[in-house]
């Protein structure tokens, strides 16, 4: 299946906290966050696209195939697995896995990981995690992970009932996942969660210190 695999990264976010624009053009080690993403994702799957909106000409650099949201308005990730979804579909694949554009440490084994966990599901649909901190369990919640929802194995064959789900509203990522059989790949936060992402200035300061 992992031939048939296609890598999408979620760029369409607002950056609030980093005073907006694009935080995937911010730099880490002389190059952008949205470099990094590529250098870990592009030799995993068999072709890569970047969901953005506005302007694509912007990530011309990049040299990648930009793909907007259908769905209008700020709609979240989900609208972003959507796009990915359909220009997947144009393409003859059959799942999809995302990444989002300001987490340059995630795991160089995500997609053999996320579908190892898939085997035997009847529509590969997977979300990364990883444990939570006695900190984090401390301050409430019945879980013992924290769901990644912008790291997943998507199938296309599920791209006309998410289409339908996010015009009557739905927003939140697991609530749809789990309404469809969804499982999750378990990844270790040792010594620091991969899936860590850089959401305002101190956390663009903890990466630089972060590179190997």
């Known amino acids: 299946m992992a031939e048939k695999v296609l890598g999408v990264i979620l760029a369409g976010g607002l ?7 694009d935080k995937g053009l911010l730099e880490v080690g002389g190059q952008s966050l949205l470099s990094h993403v590529i250098e870990r994702l592009s030799p995993q799957v068999a072709g890569l696209a970047l969901n953005a909106n506005g302007d694509a000409a912007r990530f011309a650099e990049l040299d990648l195939p930009v793909i907007a949201d259908s769905i209008e308005g700020f709609a979240g990730p989900l609208a972003g697995v959507l796009a990915g979804l359909d220009w997947a579909a144009a393409q003859g694949a059959d799942a999809i896995v995302t990444a989002a554009a300001d987490t340059p440490f995630f795991p160089t084994d995500l997609v053999a990981r996320l579908i190892e966990a898939s085997d035997g599901q009847t529509y590969p649909l997977v979300l990364a995690t990883t444990p939570r901190t006695g900190e984090e369990l401390k301050s409430g919640g019945r879980s013992k992970v924290n769901r990644h929802p912008t790291f997943g194995l998507w199938p296309v064959a599920l791209r006309d009932d ?17 309404q469809h059989g969804g499982r999750e790949a378990l990844f270790e936060a040792e010594p620091f969660d991969p899936f860590f992402n850089v959401n305002t200035p101190e956390d663009l300061h903890r990466a630089e210190g972060l590179l190997p």
């Open 15 to 21: 950056a609030t906290r980093m005073g907006g624009g």
């Open 162 to 178: 998410l289409r339908a789900a996010l015009t009557d509203g739905l927003r939140k990522v697991v609530l749809w996942t789990d």
